[in-house]
DNA sequence: GTGGTCACG
DNA sequence: ACGTACGTGACCACA
């Protein structure tokens, strides 16, 4: 035996797997074996391990009396018990995954865990070291000492509760811990098979251990305990008896082990990455993968053998690490920028990763506006310096608030990623690897996250992680060029996102000039009409409320004034604007309602809102277009979002009054695609009558009622084309007749009916929304007409929903995303445009099918005449485009 | 943090 | 029989 302070760690399998299968949601890697009790037990074990670093470490299992091998029974005391299958296929999984962790694991025929376990704790502090136990069993309780510590799982394993012999004779009325056998022995316990004596709960038996200590001397003295107690005591002595024994800990298993064999000294990365890998652990794997920080080089491994020079860098911190830098600059190809936040308009940056093939430096970034960095910040700005990174258009935003230039920007992991699959749930770089099987990285959140559990501490962390970053980006970047060339996405990469990420950052730094007054008034206009709102609303509930309480509304109108109540939602009744214009003929409060909600709608997310984002260095609004959300191709808006600026109600679209040219003078010009939707729908449907219709400039919709309803365009009134119109978007959205008759307000009978009359005048539409399902089915995809996938792999789900949502997800996504693909397209054109007629028009926004820019008023002819060409040239279909252009003082009048 | 609601294309 | 229109982002209330 070793003599060194040992600090022994034992962990009693059968019971904390037990409570991580009953207290974690179900969970099955994708060869549908559960998984749920291995993940929990794993948690726990890490969670224990990190808390009290032992040096010696065994798992022990049951073994003779229960045991889980078996067909999913359990041999219980007295007889054999069926386990739930999905625990009992769990033990291999664990008993392996343990081994992965180069864990001792024991179990000895005739024994339990727990007389292991309470052998080896009276052994480790006999010998004078100190023992932790680990389970879910409150019985171990009685093992405590001064030298042995017990931990219970909580929350199911989530937690851990520590017991000393302290803190359990303050939770135990002053019991010590062998009193919890005698506790034991006098309230039993039904869990465990073990009776105690009837009548006797956990009050009693506490009070009678105060008074006499133990169970013998409880029945020595049971003549002495009156009433009902006494009764029971005395004619049930045997079983209490017998339930101390059951539940004493056997603490005299013969074992020849030594210490030797549970001496524990970390696990091995490659091991037991392998392993978490194998049971789809991704996030334990991340969590476990810890950087030997201060040693220049990260440490650990896992799914591949890790090029070591990836991970070489330099802290760039003086003078000598400068001039090494500088001299290497002309072989760098890669950078990171690390920096707080979410939106890069107002994130500071933390660090600067600038890479060659052979090593990363680091540069913080307070440095980045130095004198010394003058050669690096050529670097950054060189057109000719190709660079890779990951959110390159984030990092062109960050550099900028320190008036630094990012230019070259070639290959981005993010956006070539979002190409290969746009749904992803989890783009981030740790995600990224862990789907190429490449050595992860921490998580972001684990290095800066709040309450992250493994975060790393100091500036060595953080430069290992910008490392390990830079190194990880390095590893995607070819794979990841190679897939989307493999995929027919290289020109819709290199020719169309790539390039449009440059122009976004610029249209983003540029922003649009948004007049603050013109808010200002216009929100004091909305606060007269929603103060009347509110006091008409009170006064005719008769009280005063919350009308932005949904519950308190629901309560108000459905219980108060007994309105009939409608659809429900998951939390009480729905109070919807479908729900409440129904109820409208019943009460006037419920218009007034309406307008409440338009108003406070506009209030604080237009006027509010907007004012806070308007800069008071320039009076602009710097939205952020992001290029790797939207599942279509499409972009979006964010901080704020730019793209949903009322104009449907005339009191909302007055807030575009807020929008002007950021020059004296200058104009805003929009221009909108016409029906683009549509007319890619009959480019890629090949449907002669829609083609023949957008050929022949008619007006769409009338065109759609005058086949639909079969009659001549002077017959068809304003509400044919409403419907027709509502068919028309039903068709683009993935038609069904159950959404078509909500939206019109018609039978699902009559709704079908339009559809079937529609696809019956259009069959070329017929057949598209047929090919396009079954391609769904045979590729597992769909695909624009620039090649931009999205996966469906719900496509041959079996579940009714999930399958028609993916059905009119594949309708859909070409339609939309190729209308996407469309705009872009005219966007890098634009751009280009602008850039060779030297015009000092600029592009401002984009919104899906509309651009947005400012015009001095010399080029106002220029540009009324480029810009919609430009739209319409973007990309040759078999239809024509169109794109109407409006020009006004503010975006408003650009109607 | 989640759900309900509503603004846009 | 199943119970949905497609794609987003922001705000508020409430746990």
Do not use: C
């Not at 098979?193 to 006797?200: A, E």
């Not at 070591?308 to 760039?316: D, G």
């Not at 690897?433 to 975060?455: C, M, N, S, W």
């Not at 005063?544 to 108060?560: A, C, H, M, R, Y």
Request: overall charge negative; hydrophobic content about 40%.
């Amino acid at each position: 035996m070793e003599t060194d302070k040992q600090k022994v760690l034992l962990i009693d399998g059968n019971s904390i797997v037990n409570r991580a299968f009953y207290a974690m949601p179900p969970l099955t890697n994708s060869s549908g074996l559960h998984t749920n009790a291995v993940f929990g037990f794993t948690t726990m074990l890490l969670k224990v391990i990190e808390e009290e670093k032992p040096t010696h470490l065994l798992v022990a299992f049951d073994a003779g009396k229960i045991t889980f091998r078996h067909e999913g029974y359990a041999e219980y005391k007295g007889g054999r018990q069926k386990t739930p299958p999905e625990l009992s296929e769990q033990f291999p999984l664990l008993k392996e995954l343990i081994g992965a962790f180069s864990i001792r694991q024991f179990e000895l025929p005739g024994y339990e865990a727990d007389d292991i376990i309470g052998t080896l704790a009276r052994l480790a502090e006999e010998q004078g070291q100190t023992a932790t136990i680990v389970s879910g069993d409150k019985d171990m309780l009685q093992l405590a000492s001064d030298g042995v510590t017990v931990l219970l799982t909580r929350k199911g394993v989530s937690e851990v509760e520590r017991f000393t012999p302290d803190e359990i004779a303050r939770q135990y009325d002053g019991l010590t811990p062998n009193q919890i056998i005698d506790l034991k022995g006098l309230m039993g316990d039904t869990s465990d098979n073990i009776p105690g004596i009837p009548g006797i709960g956990p009050k009693t038996a506490l009070k009678l251990l105060a008074d006499y200590g133990t169970v013998e001397n409880v029945l020595e003295h049971a003549d002495e305990i009156k009433g009902k107690v006494g009764d029971n005591v005395r004619s049930h002595a045997d079983s209490a008896r017998m339930s101390k024994k059951l539940a004493t800990i056997f603490r005299e298993v013969p074992m020849d082990w030594t210490w030797e064999q549970l001496a524990w000294s970390g696990y091995e990365a490659d091991k037991l990455a392998a392993g978490l890998r194998k049971l789809e652990f991704k996030s334990l794997i991340e969590r476990l993968d810890l950087y030997a920080a201060g040693t220049g080089a990260a440490g650990g491994s896992g799914a591949e053998a890790e090029p070591a020079e990836l991970l070489v860098y330099q802290a760039v911190e003086n003078e000598a690490a400068w001039a090494k830098l500088n001299g290497d600059l002309q072989a760098a190809d890669l950078v990171i920028v690390e920096s707080h936040g979410d939106n890069p308009h107002q994130s500071e940056g933390i660090a600067l990763a600038v890479a060659t093939p052979e090593r990363s430096y680091i540069v913080s970034y307070e440095q980045l506006t130095g004198p010394e960095a003058a050669k690096l910040r050529e670097w950054l700005a060189d057109e000719g310096a190709a660079k890779t990174g990951y959110d390159l258009h984030r990092a062109e935003l960050v550099l900028a608030r320190s008036g630094i230039v990012l230019r070259g920007q070639q290959f981005d992991v993010q956006l070539a990623a979002y190409l290969l699959d746009p749904t992803e749930a989890d783009p981030s770089l740790a995600g990224l690897l862990q789907r190429h099987g490449l050595r992860t990285i921490p998580p972001d959140e684990a290095v800066y996250g709040k309450g992250a559990k493994f975060r790393l501490p100091g500036p060595d962390a953080l430069r290992a992680h910008l490392a390990a970053k830079a190194g990880a980006v390095r590893r995607l970047a070819k794979p990841l060029a190679e897939e989307l060339d493999e995929s027919g996405m290289r020109t819709l990469y290199y020719e169309l996102e790539q390039p449009l990420a440059v122009i976004l950052a610029g249209m983003e730094k540029l922003g649009i000039t948004t007049k603050a007054e013109a808010l200002e008034e216009l929100g004091k206009e909305f606060q007269v009409g929603i103060e009347s709102m509110m006091a008409s609303v009170h006064r005719h509930a008769g009280m005063e409320f919350n009308i932005g309480s949904t519950k308190q509304l629901g309560e108000v109108l459905f219980d108060k004034l007994g309105l009939p109540s409608g659809r429900k939602t998951k939390t009480g009744y729905s109070t919807d604007a479908e729900v409440l214009e129904r109820l409208a003929p019943y009460h006037e409060i419920v218009q007034l309602i309406l307008n409440y909600r338009t108003l406070t709608k506009l209030q604080s997310t237009y006027i509010e809102g907007l004012l806070k984002e308007i800069r008071p260095e320039d009076g602009k609004i710097h939205t952020f277009f992001r290029q790797t959300i939207a599942a279509t191709g499409r972009l979006s808006s964010q901080f704020p979002n730019l793209q949903n600026i009322p104009i449907r109600l005339e009191e909302g679209r007055q807030i575009r009054k807020a929008f002007v040219p950021s020059e004296a003078g200058w104009l805003i010009l929009a221009a909108d695609y016409s029906q683009i939707e549509l007319r890619v729908l009959a480019h890629i449907s090949g449907d002669e009558g829609l083609k023949e219709a957008f050929r022949n400039e008619m007006d769409i919709h009338t065109k759609t009622a005058m086949d639909v309803f079969g009659v001549t365009p002077e017959q068809v009134d304003s509400n044919m084309r409403r419907q027709a119109k509502a068919v028309n978007f039903g068709i683009v959205y993935g038609i069904s007749d159950y959404g078509l008759s909500q939206n019109l307000n018609i039978t699902r009978k009559e709704a079908g009916d339009f559809i079937e009359q529609y696809l019956s005048a259009f069959p070329g539409v017929r057949r598209y929304m047929d090919d396009i399902k079954e391609q769904a089915r045979r590729d597992g995809y769909v695909t624009t007409l620039l090649g931009r996938r999205r996966y469906l792999p719900d496509i041959k789900a079996s579940n009714f929903n999930l399958r028609s949502f993916a059905e009119r997800t594949a309708m859909n996504t070409p339609i939309q995303g190729t209308a996407a693909d469309i705009i872009k397209f005219a966007m890098v054109r634009m751009d280009e445009a602008l850039k060779s007629r030297k015009l000092r028009s600029r592009m401002l926004l984009q919104v899906h099918d509309e651009l947005v820019f400012e015009v001095p008023p010399e080029e106002l002819e220029t540009m009324k005449a480029i810009v919609p060409a430009i739209m319409a040239e973007a990309f040759p279909l078999d239809v024509p485009l169109k794109a109407d252009v409006n020009v006004g003082t503010n975006w408003y009048e650009a109607k």
